[in-house]
């Protein structure tokens, strides 16, 4: 008889119109790592809502065993209180309070007199750090630190409350390759101390390393529980039950033909916005028509900073170098003279920088090449809702109509609205920075089709890409990158996981 | 670079206005539904009216007290015309009321003690409009102060000017042609026996417009196969729209006739609602609001858009400037006090979010008329200065509210 800590029964949670979870089941044995899985929109957040009280007791249908005895939680005290703790996604520091402020928020260290007692809250906040092995002082300010450091400061705020189960939502999708290596250790060390972990997670490959088990969830309903530990769980096995087919592959094939070289750069090199460092140091790429060319490097290498700054100098100061469209020596100081030299840019965040999210799908998807649909100034609306009704059905954006408000698409659709956004500026090269972050793989796979129709097309892309498999799979040639400067480029026939990592780590002190 | 205009729509089998006849939804709730936000606005604009007619026996529909409304409260609407946009963009104007007085100062010098004709008043107004509404557009676009200091620092800069524009002292009153701008009727050009049959044309043409404008755009979305209503609630829609606009001619018609200043109102109102909705530099404001640093990203020119943001205030405040001290008929060193906060309101009772990217002209001008509405009622019942002020505080909170409660419902059912 296994020993299950948590257990929730037949949990149907409905909104007006749409059932979110229909009958889920979740067992988690105490002491291991549980993974969830399943694409955007499948009700895993939903459903850890409805476990930590966000949806309050009686809102939903079912039962939550906690620990051998039934709970019905008001709000996220009630589940904190019994050792529930939920670590989301956008992280909820505040960044201008101090580490041990931080995390003592809401749950202050006081002294007799009431007021704060600042040496036990920093003595206190020392000992959770060095728990989970982030060796910075408590009464540094949290904005400060990295995102990885910051998701080590959630756990330690974790760790205060008494956890017994903590649970972790996409906790490495905006970490590098070695913070995530680190928390995931930290999640094993967790483990080793007794104290349980579900993790929602995107990274098949972490799941298949770390998790002991996974509950594979689909449309708002249980697919599977499937045991890790018990071996023959590949990856495949799990996108089979996300998706309810098989993926022949993670990558779509494609014949690499490339053609004239439409996009060059030579000797690039930006400085820091604000410091007195080179965060780019004398670059130099091309990349062909109907060719994707990766870039990879570690966080902080700078492809985003050589992107943007490439893209209408949207990055950094002192910008000196050279590009070249078509062989020919072009201006972009601006990201309208970037745009209208045929540059598209999307971005690696697309909700603070991609899309306004407060309106709908036409719009966004305009807003780039707005001067396309406009006469005098005058914007010809109907044409605009047929472009963005063109898009919908090209790309597959799952949405009642383009009047849709962006905010409320799924991460792999918003993605798709930001693709269409930019290649209806036509541009002749595109460059796409994390284009398949924090979507599902369903949707990855529908990006990488798209990306292969629009090389096909004769449009040159290049992908930057924290995960090298992507990069592997998708690019004909890769550049890698660190501390700003270009330290190889390798075909792809020639690459490994391997090589490009030695590359990337490859002169790591600090230039300039 | 190559540049593809995308081919245009395919045309439909069926010739398009007779399929205007048939297609679409006719389920007011869903259609009520979705635009709640907008429609809800409305309502409470009727309800207000109709509490107010209950509550003064009627006098507040009356022919000349409707004329009235029209005439104390138009510079508020201009000045909120100009103020949505302000906040749509992300910003805010609190200076708009000090402007209103230095241009109507600036006009009187010009006209009364210079003896210039009437309209080198008007056009220095607007110079020194445009002069403060780039002013403002500097600071904000090019230097990156936020709004709200810089226009702070512009309200008690301008309100200083005024003074010294003035020497502290009123100045009036403006010749005849001056005061006929916001005191003026068209009146009698085409007769009438007891009424003005020159209103009603006006009216009867601003109906017909609407009417061909509206069906226009159907027939256009239809051919674009875009969801319509049904040609029924479509044809209540115009008799609705159509009744309430002629028995507003009407009115007026049996008061002193069409107002000039109504005029001014409405064509700023035709060209701004165009403006916001179907122009590149309309389009760019929503996307600045919305998110500044995705419409940055997508080759939106920030700076430049904000600046004419700006200046666009400062032309409006002009011409606001021009109208109240027409109605004033000289200019007080104190004028326009506080405009800029029945302004604001205005935008944020029809709609507009404080965050920006969010908010329409006709959404303000309903919000002002609201705003309007209950403070003429309130006069006319002779309610104390006071309790005005303290429901109009309320006003604005509840109407917000109901705003904030709308999205907060609306997130919800989406999840």
Known sequence: MDDYILEMRRITKTFPGVAALQDVELAVRRGEIHAICGENGAGKSTLMKVLSGVYPSGSYEGEIRFDGAPVDF???????????????????????????????????????????????????????????????????PVVQLGVGKQQLVEIAKALSKKVKLLILDEPTAALNDVDSAHLLDLM????????????????????????????????????????????????????????????????????????????????????????????????????RAGEVVGIAGLMGAGRTELAMSVFGRSYGRDISGRLYMHGKEIRARTVAEAISNGIAYATEDRKRFGLNLIDNIRSNVSSAGLRRLARFGWVDDNEETRVAETSRRDMNIKAPSVMSVVGKLSGGNQQKVVLSKWLFTDPDVLI???????????????????????????????????ELPELLGMCDRIYTLSAGRITGVVPVGEATQEKLMELMAKDKEPVG | ??????????????????????????????????????????????????????????????????????????????????MVIVIIGGHIDLSVGSVVALTGAVSAVVVIRQGQPWWVGVLAALAVGLAVGAWHGFWVAYVGIPAFIVTLAGMLLFRGLTLRVLDNISLSPFPTEYNQIAAGFLNGLLGGDGFDAFTLLIGGIAVAGYVVSCFRTRVARIRYQQPVESFVLFVARMALVGGVVMWFAWQLAHARGLPIVLIILAALVLVYGLLTRRTVFGRQVYAIGGNLSAAMLSGVKVRTVNFWIFVNMG?????????????????????????????????????????????????????????????????????????????????????????????????????
């Open chain 2, 315 to 415: 032309f409006l405040s002009a011409v606001a400037g021009i109208i109240f001290s027409s109605r004033s008929n000289g200019a007080q060193p104190a004028a326009g006090n506080m405009f800029e906060l029945d302004a604001i309101a205005a935008a944020f009772i029809g709609g507009a979010a404080v965050t920006g990217g969010v908010g329409t002209v006709v959404g303000a001008m309903v919000g002002g008329l609201i705003m309007a509405v209950m403070s003429n009622g309130m006069q006319i019942m002779g309610v104390d200065q006071s309790m005005q002020s303290v429901v109009k505080g309320l006003v604005l909170l509840v109407a917000v509210a109901f705003d904030v409660y709308n999205k907060r419902r609306a997130a919800g059912a989406s999840r």
């Open chain 1, 74 to 140: 008001r709000g996220i005290r009630d589940s904190e209180s019994r050792g529930i703790v939920i670590i989301h996604q956008e992280l909820a520091l505040v960044p201008y309070l101090s580490i041990a402020e931080n995390i003592f928020l809401g749950n202050e260290r006081r002294g007799r007199s009431g007021l704060i007692d600042w040496n036990r809250t920093n003595a206190e906040a020392a000992e959770l750090l060095a728990s989970v092995g982030l060796h910075e002082n408590p009464v540094t």
């Open chain 1, 432 to 466: 796409l920075d994390e284009p398949t972050r924090g979507i599902d793989v369903g949707a990855k796979y529908e990006i990488y089709t798209i990306v292969n129709r629009l090389v096909a097309d004769g449009k040159a892309v290049i992908i930057i890409s924290s």
């Open chain 1, 188 to 287: 094993r060390r967790l483990r080793e101390q007794g104290i349980t972990c579900i993790m929602i997670s995107h990274k098949l490959n972490e799941i298949t390393s770390i998790a002991d088990s996974t509950t594979v969830l689909r449309d708002g309903r249980t697919v599977e529980r499937l045991d890790v530990t018990a071996g023959e769980v590949t990856q495949e096995r799990i996108i089979r039950g996300m998706v309810g087919r098989d993926l022949n592959s993670f990558y779509p094939d494609r014949v690499c033909a490339p053609g004239e070289e439409v996009l060059r750069i030579e000797d690039w090199t930006v400085r820091h916005p604000t410091q007195d460092r080179l965060v780019v140091d004398g670059a130099s790429l091309d990349v």
């Open chain 2, 1 to 82: 670079m190559t540049s593809t205009k995308p081919s245009s729509a395919e045309k439909s089998t069926e010739s398009a206005p007779a399929a205007a006849l048939h297609a679409g939804t006719s389920d007011p709730r869903t259609l009520i539904l979705n635009n709640l936000r907008q429609s809800g606005i409305f309502v409470a604009l009727v309800v207000i009216v109709a509490l107010f007619a209950f509550l003064t026996d009627g006098l507040s529909l009356s022919p000349g007290n409707i004329t009235n409304i029209v005439l104390q409260y138009s510079y508020i609407l201009v000045l909120a015309i100009g």
